[in-house]
């Protein structure tokens, strides 16, 4: 496991990863209803930009910071709310003004959206992130941590007492299998809770087996989310959010988000929208 998510905190990815995350949030816990959260591969929770990780990469720079530095006016909201839930976890580290210091990762984002009625399990493998992680949630007694493998986690949690759940699968696609672990991961877990949304986000650097991934999931009632982005020196230049059940709200709130963020995220960004049977071309 050479894979450490610090190197890449806040940047596009995590943008239109966290931007999607925190609508789902918004909208699951709309109604007056429990919500069970179960984030399969969390990381560490929060992230120093300034820190040998990010601050050595930087991509927080071609990202988050992007967006913070925009107009505020005419923000979609879904953005707004996103780029408040940032803030809001920066300025627990020093007062307002100046650069972001710090960037929540996903469990801080879910944690953030969560009511008290609602459960939430964080699962990370990697053993410093995961005392990173039991670090960064001390005290806090609404979050479960789990140093566990994230795809038995999905097997093992579902069906929620809640009858309602938010799966995130946002696996590090370090290993050559990780499409087949997650299809068979998202499988097991849609047999369990057929009702359930699960978010999964995924690179798009194998186009073919990017295809692949989506095609194999075709019978799923889904919405999808790329982004692209100008590469920079073979870096990952594209990825996507697959959402299946999702909130009907969500592609509205996409359709609004989307070329914002690619207006501000800079030249050259696309983002696309699939919601089958309806599909909106690239977007620059
Ligand atoms: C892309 S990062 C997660 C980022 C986090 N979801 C966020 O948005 O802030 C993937 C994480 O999964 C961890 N990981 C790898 N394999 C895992 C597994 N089988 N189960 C749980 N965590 C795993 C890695 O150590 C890494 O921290």
């Not at 949030?25 to 919500?35: E, I, P």
């Not at 801080?108 to 959206?113: F, N, P, T, V, Y």
């Not at 992130?129 to 949690?157: I, M, N, P, T």
Request: proline letters at 8%.
């Amino acid at each position: 496991m050479n894979y450490r998510h610090g190197f890449h905190a806040g940047n596009f990815a995590d943008v239109l990863k966290h931007l999607v995350l925190c609508e789902l949030l918004r909208l699951l816990t709309a109604k007056d209803k429990r919500l069970f959260a179960l984030d399969t591969h969390a990381g560490t929770g929060g992230y120093d930009l300034g820190g040998s990780m990010a601050g050595r990469t930087g991509e927080a720079a071609a990202g988050i910071a992007r967006l913070l530095a925009a107009p505020k006016a005419g923000t979609p909201g879904a953005v707004a709310r996103y780029l408040a839930a940032v803030v809001a976890y920066d300025r627990k580290f020093g007062p307002p003004g100046g650069a972001l210091r710090r960037y929540p990762g996903s469990p801080r984002l879910i944690r953030a959206g969560l009511r008290p009625l609602d459960r939430f399990v964080a699962c990370e493998l990697h053993p410093q992130d995961a005392l990173a992680l039991k670090r960064e949630f001390a005290g806090d007694r609404s979050v479960e941590v789990r140093q566990e493998d994230g795809y038995h986690a999905v097997k093992a949690a579902l069906p929620p007492p809640e009858r309602r759940a938010l799966v995130l699968i946002d696996p590090p696609f370090e290993a050559t299998d990780e499409f087949e672990k997650l299809v068979r991961a998202l499988r097991h877990g849609l047999r369990r809770f057929p009702v359930g949304c699960y978010a999964v986000w995924y690179p798009i650097k194998d186009t073919a087996a990017a295809h692949d991934f989506v095609t194999g999931l075709a019978d799923l009632k889904t919405l999808r989310l790329e982004m692209d982005v100008p590469a920079e020196g073979g870096k990952l230049s594209a990825c996507a959010m697959l959402v299946v059940n999702p909130p009907w709200k969500l592609e509205e709130a996409m359709r609004e988000s989307l070329p914002w963020i690619a207006t501000h995220l800079g030249p050259g960004t696309k983002t696309a929208i699939f919601a089958p049977p309806t599909e909106t071309p690239l977007s620059a």
